[in-house]
């Protein structure tokens, strides 16, 4: 196996800049896979058509497209961003930032935001993820290496950029062609001394690196470490909304508890406001606790929990451990949540059906 690698790079006066296609860098690195589609049926149950109406935008959209009846077939990204653009979903102008944290370990955190990226790129979103855990669960959650990149500690890390003043673009790592990844080694581990010794505001400590890259994405997300920290509290402040996973125990609510009052006194130190939104992760119907646990969280937090649960499932930890796409197996409650999830977010449920005239065959696509 061919293995790449992205060695440190001095830093150079003048250079030339990269090239943007379809919102993404265009440079010497193509993408390290081929993008992740949709299956027809998700598709179609997001805009809430008929198949045979599902059918004719198809038609419109892939003409080269043949489904066969019974088969679930994928759409490519662009060709579903396409789709909702034509009828009438508008995509952010700047990209919505968005962390993922909560102090306490064991949430799910990492799995929740490398499904929810994966799931936003196959809906057409262009994404940015930035691990900036020393862990790197996010970075190995991709399989890199399996993919022929090479994680090391020459790898160009969030760490690096601040550090040497580079461009972001020098860490970015393009996945597929509209899902690109910051990775993350244990030399992130010198974030919080760097930022303590070298920012006067701690919390816009990454405002100007992700502000440069912005409107080339759509969605920019966090994957946290779980722990409050100036990291996080940097995240945070690049942030527009923090998402936060609990679980039905009570050292989660705790870190809950802990995380939120940290998001409000970051909150004084920025202009734009920061939302929280609460999400409950691993619920069991059949267990007394998660759903006496539930009604504690929803109770105290139902102004900012999201509508969507994701119940628990060992479909979310084999799809990481086993390098294994979760939204290959319709039978998964764990791929319907983080759908659901992912549109709750992009308020996909929102989309306007356009007017069109009556005439041609491919102007009469029409919800019912």
């Known amino acids: 196996m061919v293995v790449k690698k992205i060695a440190k790079k001095p830093k150079v006066e003048n250079s030339t800049p990269k090239k943007l296609v379809g919102g993404t860098i265009a440079d010497d690195n193509p993408p390290l896979r081929a993008p992740f589609s949709i299956k027809l049926v998700d598709l179609r149950k997001a805009l809430g058509v008929a198949p045979a109406t599902m059918s004719e935008i198809i038609k419109e959209f892939d003409p080269s497209a043949t489904a066969k009846r019974g088969v679930a077939r994928s759409i490519a990204p662009s060709v579903v961003r396409q789709i909702l653009a034509a009828r009438g979903y508008k995509f952010p102008r700047l990209a919505k930032r968005i962390s993922v944290m909560i102090s306490k370990g064991g949430n799910g955190k990492t799995t929740i935001a490398r499904n929810l990226g994966q799931r936003l790129s196959s809906y057409g979103f262009r994404v940015l993820l930035v691990d900036t855990d020393m862990q790197g669960n996010l970075t190995s959650a991709f399989s890199l290496e399996e993919l022929g990149f ?91 909304m923090v998402i936060l996973p609990v679980i039905p125990d009570k050292f989660s609510q705790h870190g809950l508890e802990q995380t939120i009052k940290e998001i409000k006194l970051v909150q004084r130190e920025v202009s734009h406001k920061i939302a929280c939104k609460v999400v409950f992760n691993r619920f069991d119907a059949r267990e007394a606790t998660s759903v006496m646990y539930l009604g504690e969280v929803a109770s105290t937090y139902k102004n900012i ?64």
């Open 305 to 368: 929990m999201f509508n969507t649960m994701i119940r628990t499932s060992a479909d979310l930890k084999n799809s990481i451990a086993m390098s294994k796409d979760l939204f290959d197996d319709y039978r998964s409650t764990a791929r319907f949540d983080i759908d659901e999830l992912t549109r709750e977010i992009t308020e996909l449920a929102q989309i306007v059906r356009p007017q069109r005239k009556p005439g041609r065959r491919s102007e009469q696509v029409q919800a019912r």
């Open 150 to 240: 090479e994680i090391d500690t020459e790898t160009y890390i969030l760490h690096d950029v601040l550090a040497e003043d580079s461009p972001l673009d020098d860490a970015i790592v393009r996945i597929t062609e509209n899902l690109d990844i910051v990775p993350s080694t244990s030399l992130n581990s010198m974030l919080d001394v760097w930022i303590d010794r070298q920012c006067k505001n701690q919390t816009r400590a990454f405002v100007d690196k992700i502000e440069a890259v912005r409107s080339r994405y759509d969605y920019i997300i966090f994957d946290c470490a779980p722990a409050l920290s100036r990291t996080n509290s940097a995240a945070i402040g690049s942030s527009d």
